[in-house]
């Protein structure tokens, strides 16, 4: 950018990272699989359901018109001829005097309209021999304890249209209406690069001036939680070459790639310098607290994400001026190092980019909680801040956050205390406890009920 102290606003940031940004194409995926991702194509039944008219309890299929007189005290006498259960079909039809034992979900024999429950007759229920007989002890008009076909879906019948997010709750309607596939938006994938001379790999003991690499995992887990696959590219000294190695790496086989750390204006802050080695910064700093040292950028990439392995798919990144010209467009994050600003950038920015990919309409995904502050806190009047905030709901409903512990944009116990990232928007300084602020909710853990 050509002046270097401006502050871009948050909305202009995310408006020019989504610029050119559309959903990812289409891929078919086993049906468990498509959990988190947007239909791609409408999903159309094959075939109807039930296919065929079956019975709703366990019971007797009659004929309605023998039973039109039956009453508790007096009973109507059928000839049982029979039993059917689900997984197959009646031998025979039921006639008139006569009765079949029938158990649910099985298909309805010829000549019966109606089915009586087990409880409304004088058989026992759950006995397995057949009674040559049973008193039906209630009337039953045509059509009692029926589903008929195609009650719940036609063969044609959209079933669950083109851009609907597939969840557990829907994977039944795919499967039932015959596919065992599905075609979705790809989900995007997102190398995840760690930079700095000070980190360690997750569990490893700590030497001198030695701490954990947090971030790699935290952000793996954000790029799943945000429907995406996650590529680890490892820890990067710092050292622009090796960084520069990685990023390639990482371009060759993702959407996006996302670095930490080293992107401010230290010393050894060599992630902005190697972004503008392999392709173009479109901006950094951006008006926010924590995280203001974001960088963003592109490069290009020859051949899809998916097929990225090959070694020929490697060292083909276009430099600054051809990276249109050279096809596959990777989008490229520098995110701040304090653990707690790359995990609220990431929210911010590389979420919504990856749930355009992805094909969501909804590019936040996170409900918005309106609740009092129980705590004031200084802010940056020039920032749009996030404070980690825990929430607790009194019995008419209403939310309370408190801050979550420390706010220093290193305190990943503060972080982990949260459950949501309250907005204090530009223009406020200091707000005082009591002030309604919005809550960008990760998913409120109630079990916690004094928000700790
Ligand atoms: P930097 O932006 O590289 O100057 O890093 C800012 C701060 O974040 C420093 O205290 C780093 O040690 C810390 N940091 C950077 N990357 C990570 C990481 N992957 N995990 C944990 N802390 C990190
Ligand atoms: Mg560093």
Redesign the pocket.
């Known amino acids: 950018m050509s002046d270097p102290d401006l502050l871009l606003p948050l909305d202009a940031a995310l408006g020019r990272m989504l610029h050119d940004v559309a959903a990812l194409p289409p891929v078919v995926v086993a049906a468990g699989e498509s959990l988190g991702c947007v239909l791609a194509a409408d999903v159309v039944a094959s075939h109807t359901m039930p296919p065929w008219d079956d019975s709703a309890m366990d019971g007797y299929a009659v004929r309605s018109i023998d039973v039109a007189s039956a009453s508790r005290h007096r009973p109507v006498t059928l000839r049982v001829v029979g039993e059917v259960a689900a997984g197959h079909a009646a031998t025979e039809a039921v006639g008139p005097g006569s009765a079949m034992r029938i158990l649910t979900g099985a298909m309805l024999p010829a000549g019966a309209d109606a089915v009586v429950r087990v409880e409304d007759t004088d058989a026992p229920a759950g006995v397995t021999v057949l009674p040559t007989n049973v008193s039906i002890r209630v009337a039953v008009p045509p059509g009692t304890s029926i589903r008929r076909a195609g009650s719940d879906v036609v063969a044609g019948d959209i079933v669950l249209p083109a851009g609907r997010l597939m969840a557990a709750h829907r994977i039944g309607a795919l499967v039932a209406a015959g596919h065992a596939t599905a075609s979705v938006v790809r989900r995007p994938r997102v190398a995840i690069l760690?930079?700095?001379d000070?980190?360690v790999p997750a569990g490893e003991p700590l030497l001198s001036a030695q701490?954990?690499?947090?971030?790699?995992a935290?952000l793996a887990a954000q790029v799943r939680d945000a429907g995406g696959v996650p590529i680890p590219l490892g820890?990067a000294r710092?050292d622009r070459a090796d960084i520069i190695a990685r990023l390639r790496d990482g371009i060759a086989r993702a959407d996006i790639v996302v670095a930490?750390?080293?992107?401010?204006v230290?010393a050894?802050?060599e992630?902005r310098l190697a972004f503008e080695a392999i392709g173009r910064i479109d901006l950094w700093r951006v008006a926010i607290q924590p995280g203001k040292?974001l960088a963003f950028g592109r490069a290009a990439a020859a051949g899809a994400a998916d097929a990225s392995d090959r070694a020929d798919a490697r060292d083909t990144v276009g430099r600054a001026d051809d990276t249109e010209a050279l096809g596959r467009p990777v989008l490229l994050f520098g995110l701040?190092?304090?653990?707690v600003?790359?995990f609220v950038t990431f929210e911010l920015f590389v979420r919504p980019v990856m749930r355009r990919m992805a094909g969501h309409a909804d590019l936040m995904g996170r409900t918005i909680v309106r609740a009092r502050l129980a705590d004031g806190a200084g802010t940056d009047v020039g920032r749009q801040t996030y404070l980690r905030v825990s929430l607790s709901r009194d019995r008419q409903g209403s939310f309370t956050a408190r801050l979550a512990g420390g706010q220093g944009?290193?305190m990943?116990s503060g972080l982990a205390a949260a459950d949501g990232l309250a907005v204090v928007p530009v223009g406020v300084g200091d707000v005082d406890a009591g002030a309604e602020v919005d809550v960008i909710s990760f998913g409120w853990d109630p079990g916690m009920g004094d928000g700790r």
């Open positions: 760690a930079t700095g000070e980190l701490i954990p690499d947090s971030s790699s935290t820890i710092d930490s750390g080293g992107v401010s230290g050894h802050d992630v040292p701040p190092g304090n653990p600003s790359s944009s290193h990943l």
